[in-house]
């Protein structure tokens, strides 16, 4: 059968979908597809492997309704609307699991970077401003013994909180719908309420999933309640937080500052006034992008194609998702 992938995937999600006979077209272009050229694709598609672009939106998943799958080459699952997908009949897969140590990984990075300021002072380099150098001067704040505070202690939440304990002994706080046990145990993780989360937390980092109760949920009259040194982190969606208050919390002193793996939109552009920010640390939304990790993500992919295309129960199905 015929899988179209949005984008080249990786080698090993590729081999996997050969080898079970199907013939793989891969969007190689570097720009988006018009949406007539994804239509187009989809109709000739029996399956589509969703390794990136615009939302797939109730009039894309229209020219889908042949489809078995839909399989995404990620955890998160936003950029689908679900519940379109679920009227159609269409199964809608994710990659959870094999990216939460890169994810982990990304935040954590961010967190020092921020904290040590780091990216700033390597642009300070490249502008040949290393200069003068005295004892009150660069000063970052410590991590070692503080609080992280992580808001959705999933599977990628639960590894950030387990690095930066074993790294720095950070003591673990965290604010879920529903309490994780094995985060209590192994990792004497504290569960609070929404409000003590934000004010007792030195790092803040984010880890839920995009949703209607979660768009926009750090503002301005959350940072507020945040400490004045709080480090505020996001590896999630960048809609999960709002830039224009982020941009004024930082440049107000209610937060020391923030590392963003996502932005809202993205891509960010080169002006934007957090990139000028000394306590800011941007990155292109690369959370799972290693080697090893987008191999495992794209076999997870295409696992879960060619177990709907062969009748067979889907690994990672999320279309019962849609109501949260
Ligand atoms: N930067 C990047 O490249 C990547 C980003 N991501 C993003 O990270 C997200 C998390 O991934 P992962 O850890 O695998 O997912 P999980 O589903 O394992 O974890 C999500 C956590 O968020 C919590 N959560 C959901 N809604 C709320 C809410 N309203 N309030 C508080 N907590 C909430 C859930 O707990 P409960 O249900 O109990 O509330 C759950 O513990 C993904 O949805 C994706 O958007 C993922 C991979 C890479
Ligand atoms: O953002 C990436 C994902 O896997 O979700």
Known sequence: MKVFATRVIPAAGLELLEKAGHTVIQWAEPRELTTDERINFCKESDALLFAG???IDRPLLEHCRHMKVIGLLSVGYDNVDLKAATELGIQITNTPGVL???????AFLLMLSVARKAFYQH??????????????????????????G?????????????????????????????????????????????????????????HASLTHETTNKFNMEVFRQMKPTAIFINAARGGIHNETDLIAAIEDGVIWG?????????????????????????LPHI?????????????????????????RPVLNPVNHLYAL
């Open 258 to 282: 923030a590392g963003l793996d996502v932005t809202n939109p993205e891509p960010m552009q080169p002006d934007n006034p957090l990139l000028q920010m000394p306590t800011v640390a941007v």
């Open 100 to 106: 939460s140590n890169a994810t982990a990984d990304t």
């Open 53 to 55: 672009g615009n939302k």
């Open 287 to 311: 959370g799972s992008a290693t080697l090893e990790t987008r191999n495992a993500m794209a076999r997870v992919a295409a696992e879960n194609i060619i177990a709907a295309l062969a009748g």
């Open 123 to 148: 642009k300070r380099i490249l502008k040949g401003e290393w200069g003068f150098s005295t004892p009150t001067a660069n000063l970052g704040i410590d991590v070692e013994g503080k609080t992280l």
């Open 150 to 206: 992580i808001w959705g202690l999933g599977n990628i939440g639960y590894v950030m909180a387990q690095r930066c304990k074993a790294a720095f002994g950070m003591n673990i706080i965290y604010h879920n719908r529903n309490r994780n046990e094995d985060a209590e145990i192994n990792l004497q993780a504290r569960y609070v309420s929404f409000e003590e989360l934000l004010q007792q937390s030195d790092v803040l980092s984010v």
